[in-house]
């Protein structure tokens, strides 16, 4: 190496001396005996020298510089480089960057939009300091500002200098007025009601009873998520071609928006025939359901929603047979006019596994409640079935606004993925009241609940509910996954004070505790195991039957619940589509009145149309003594929900002026739902209902027998209104008996908070 030569490289080139080219010493490689660094505050040498990809006594040419000042430079640390070449040493001068201190934020005070921000600020905070670094985060802050409504935000930029080489960053933000949607229109639409599509996107229209709604404020975001809501829409209507051919939101009074959309539907398609290729591993006798289904898709209406269905149904099966890494596609082709052919096949998925789960989002909830909710696990193989189930898991706590997730490859390995969820957390307190008129006076109740407390997704629920001569408490604890595992635990205090002396000719106080568990034991078959303990006081009036003065005393009872459900609903939350059917069995453990309840209850629902869902619920309840009569606390009333029109506890057979109960029951609804019958108002539906029940047997006295049926008839309607979700019903009893005590309208309403 010669005496001296000097090389300077800074980001705009190479300058070499024409001392350095004259003997053509770097151009062969030149070994170094040392690299040392010059100029560095905050970094070691040893990182610098990594971050370089020099090692020392090596080979360096040309090309090893000029990768070395691109890797030093990719970290971002580094203002300017110059490299210096002395003797046999390789001297590297460096500037760094200021770092960023701290990061304020000015001028917004709603904290939701505060902590959406400082969650992308904090990453930037003790990182190098660079223009285009922060005009990028700049254009990212508006971007959060202007989905929560303040779409004539704008940002004033503040860099303070100070002493140590660092920077203090102000972010002062000028909102102006909430960028409000007046109205949304949809162009092109001759298919539904504008209300109905309305009813399906995510961004609603400013009306003066939405003022807590934050859907209200245009953003960006949310309309592109609408545009896929409406492509969806009209795909499961049998609309395959539909193209959302654009959305725009039109300026009005430098204040509000007019939102458009532009659809064009297309033709309504038709399934023509579906075939299933199987693998010749798989056992056919488990796909005999499936072909089936698939023969009755024949001629009807195009629905990607069914296709899905279909291939998730599939899923399970491949996975029941152990077959993780298959997936299920299909291959649409179009026949005649507006018929599709569809053939499902089997891909084979390349082996992956996943490496890492990442949660965020979650101010209030504990990563270990979302987690709990996960089927497919860290280290698991990977499994796009599973993994969808998992994010619906999550996203039926119920807890959650919106649920997204992200797929990315590891960085380390092509064979892992890197899952990345994020939550939106919506308010999950609620303050109900209600209250309901009838023959035997007013009735009104009251509660409140909490569906995520501390963050742990602990529902908490206490309601009291007050007539003319009964209060009833009631606090409740569910905890959907008792130490991180997917069992519930559950726990109930309840106390009940009835006064019916003058009208039944007894009282009661019941106090009692229960405690239990639930669990999913197969696809979508429940089982809830619970035990109680209770104290009873029951008194008799003077005038009161023989038989009821027989019972009157205390009593204690330890009982066990179990119950089992099958769900196949679409959805838990107003159903549209499928069925539920459940069993409840009360077995007692020590008693002083021995007695066997059984419980059936079935509810079917079927969508005609999007506004027309028709659904069918049947309730039957028998109590039975093993050692003696029921006692009258104990047996068959029916519910007020079951029977509308008819006080609770007020019909069926009496002793003189009591009622008595039976010891069976059972009752039939059938309920027809308008929803968005009001056009312009998709926050009221309609339900057209007709009831019918009958208590039969008394097991003391077969001269009471009463077996007639009730029935009713009436409309009811739920609202969503400035303070909470309004419900009221009107019923008129169609048949029905002189000693019944009727009851003709109900209401409840609540808020969240």
Known sequence: MKNFTKIIIKKFGLILIFYFFLHNSILKAEVFNEIIIIGNKRLSSETILMFSGLKKKINVDIKDLNSAIKNLY??????????????????????????????????????????????VTK???????????????????????????????????????NKNNSVDIIYDFKLGDRAIIKSINFQGNKIFKDSKLRNIIK?????????????????????????????EFYKNKGYYNVNIKSSYAKIINNKFFELNFNIDAGDKFFFNNINLNLKDEFQNENFKNINKRLKKLNGEKYSKRILDNLIDDINKITIQEEFLFLDV???????????????????????????????????????KVIRNSLIVDEGDPFNQFLFNKSISNIKSKGIFKNVQSKLQNSKDDPQKKIIDITVEERPTGEI??????????????????????????????????????QIKGKFSVINPNFKNTDRSLNTTFESTSSDTLETSGFKTSR???SIGTGFEQYKDLFVNLDLSAYYEKLETSSSASNHKKKQEGDYLENLLKYRLVLNKLDQNFQPTEGFRVGF?????????????????NYSKYISISDNLILSTKFFAKAVNSIDDDVRVSRRVYIPSSKLRGFEPGKIGPKDGNEYVGGNYGSAINFNTTLPNIFRGNEDLDLNLFLDAATIREVDYDSSLESSEIRSSTGIAVNWFTVVGPLSFSYAIPLTSEPSDSTESFRFRIGTSF
């Not at 460096?94 to 939701?112: H, R």
């Not at 303040?150 to 503040?158: E, G, H, P, R």
């Not at 409840?584 to 059936?600: A, C, G, K, M, R």
């Open 511 to 513: 106090t009692g505790f």
């Open 123 to 161: 990453k930037s905070e003790k990182y190098p300091f660079l223009i285009s670094k922060v005009n990028d985060e700049k254009n990212l802050l508006l971007n959060i500002v202007r989905s929560g409504g303040f779409y004539f935000a704008d940002i004033n930029t503040k860099v303070i200098e």
């Open 329 to 367: 596609k299909y291959d649409l082709s179009i026949v005649e006019k507006n018929k599709i052919n569809v053939v499902l096949n089997f891909d084979d998925l390349e082996k992956i596994f996943v490496e890492q789960i990442n949660i965020f989002g979650n101010f209030i909830t504990e990563e």
């Open 584 to 600: 409840e069995q009360v077995l007692p453990i020590y008693s002083d009145d021995l007695s066997l309840e059984n419980t059936l």
């Open 432 to 469: 109900f009241a209600g209250a309901g008129t009838g023959t035997a006076g007013a009735t009104i109740s009251a509660g409140i609940k909490e569906n995520n407390y501390l963050g742990k997704g602990i529902k908490l629920a206490t309601n009291l509910s007050l007539s003319e001569n």
């Open 74 to 119: 990719e970290t971002d640390y580094f203002e300017d480089i110059e490299i210096s070449i002395v003797k046999d040493r390789l001297e590297i001068k460096v500037k760094e960057n200021p770092i960023i201190q701290t990061i304020l934020i000015k001028g917004i005070k709603n904290k939701n939009i505060i902590r959406q921000l400082e969650e």
């Open 203 to 231: 961004s609603e229209e400013g009306k003066f009873w939405k003022f807590i709604s934050s859907d209200k404020y245009l953003d960006e975001r949310k309309v592109k998520i609408d545009e896929n809501r409406l492509n």
